[in-house]
Every structure is written in structure tokens, then in C-alpha cells.
């Protein structure tokens, strides 16, 4: 069946320490990838998207990464947490008129 | 470049009332549509999809969306909203990539 992995649930980091959230898909091939960012009382922005392994595309400049170094695997990194990069973050995959969530990650950057 | 929009932030309705969510589209063809639900602290729900055929979608809760072409909408309406409808709701569009409307927050008046 088809599911997606997203861990931790929750994360409070200090600022300036890194960040790696991983998500992973299974019951698909080749799925379309894709981080997104939810602030508070915000809509979905959408921070990165993969169409492949090692492709990534980012759609706003900002103090984040991502890598895909698996068909299944998508990552998204940090290397010094500011203040402004507390949010819920959501990892999706998406094939043609199919979409799936991940139960997302609420960081809370002190 | 491909977009969704959603013109309405807030919508506040009264029990019972009909309700109509509006979600328009810029793309050059036809994309994959979706709305989604997103209660307080919680993740997304697929409420219903579009891709081909009939242009009337049902989806779950009792929703359904209708798919124009000539206006480039899908938007989503329910016949009776119930106190349980109010969430935030997003429209979302699939072609290259799974782009996001900015939302909308429905209330509902007792």
C-alpha cells in the first residue's frame, strides 16, 4: 500500500543547531517529491520539490536544503537553525493524480 | 507559470447554510485539482480530486467541487455545513509540480 514517513513528530531545536527531517514513501516508484512549510495561520508554501534522485528544485531562497539521495528518501536540512524557520512542515509525493501527506513535523526553533 | 488561488482568507456561515469554496487556476491545460481539509494541529485530508471525466466530483463529508474550464475553477460546495466543516480548507493543483492555494478558514455560527 501506498504510505509516507515523516519523523520527528515534534522537534524544538536552539537556534543556530542543524535540522535533518526525513520522510520516505513506499507503494510507489519515481514519485514526485515535495517539502512544504506551514507557519502559524499560514497557508502551504512550498520550499522543495523533487521530480528524481539528486534533482531538486527549490522554489523560495531561505536558510534551507533538501536532498534526495533515494528514489524514496527526501530530506530536508539545515545548517544553522534561525528563529524564523519555526513551522510545520509537511512531506508530500504526489503521482499524477495522486497525493499523499506525512503527518508533518512541528519545529520549534528557542 | 502555474498558480491557484483562493480569493476568500475567511468565510463564516451560519449552520446549515449552504457553503462554496472558491479555488481558480492558471495553467495552460488541464491540471490534476484537489481540495484538501486541514483541521487545528492536524495534517491534510483529501476531501476529493479531479483529473478527467465528469466535470461534478463528490467527495467525502458530503463535498463536491465543480470543475469549469472556461473559468478555470474548481470550487468546492456543500449543500449543509455542519458546526464539524469549520477547518481550513485548501485548494490545490497538480501539473509539473503540487502548488497550493493560500487556504481558506471557515467558521461556523451556531
Known amino acids: 500500500s501506498q504510505t509516507i514517513h515523516q519523523w520527528p513528530a515534534t522537534l524544538v531545536q536552539p537556534v543556530g543547531s542543524p535540522l535533518s527531517l526525513e520522510c520516505t514513501v513506499e507503494g510507489t516508484s519515481n514519485p514526485n517529491l515535495y517539502w512544504y512549510r506551514q507557519a502559524a495561520g499560514r497557508g502551504l508554501q512550498l520550499l522543495f520539490y523533487s521530480v528524481g534522485i539528486g534533482q531538486i528544485s527549490s522554489e523560495v531562497p531561505q536558510n534551507l536544503s533538501a536532498s534526495r539521495p533515494q528514489d524514496r528518501q527526501f530530506i530536508l536540512s539545515s545548517k544553522k537553525l534561525l528563529l524564523s524557520d519555526s513551522g510545520f512542515y509537511l512531506c508530500?509525493?504526489?503521482?499524477?493524480?495522486?497525493?499523499?501527506f506525512g503527518q508533518g513535523t512541528r519545529l520549534t526553533v528557542v | 507559470a502555474q498558480s491557484v488561488t483562493q480569493p476568500d482568507i475567511h468565510i463564516t456561515v451560519s449552520e446549515g447554510a449552504s457553503l462554496e469554496l472558491r479555488c481558480n487556476y492558471s495553467y495552460g491545460a488541464t491540471p490534476y485539482l484537489f481540495w484538501y481539509v486541514q483541521s487545528p494541529g492536524q495534517g491534510l485530508q483529501l476531501l476529493l480530486k479531479y483529473f478527467s471525466g465528469d466535470t461534478l466530483v463528490q467527495g467525502i463529508k458530503g463535498f463536491e467541487a465543480e470543475f469549469k474550464r472556461s473559468q478555470s475553477s474548481f470550487n468546492l460546495r456543500k449543500p449543509s455545513v455542519h458546526w464539524s466543516d469549520a477547518a481550513e480548507y485548501f485548494c490545490?493543483?497538480?501539473?509539473?509540480?503540487?502548488?497550493f492555494g493560500q487556504g481558506t478558514r471557515l467558521t461556523i455560527n451556531p
Open positions: 508530500a509525493w504526489q503521482t499524477g493524480s495522486e497525493a499523499f
Open positions: 490545490a493543483f497538480g501539473a509539473q509540480k503540487l502548488v
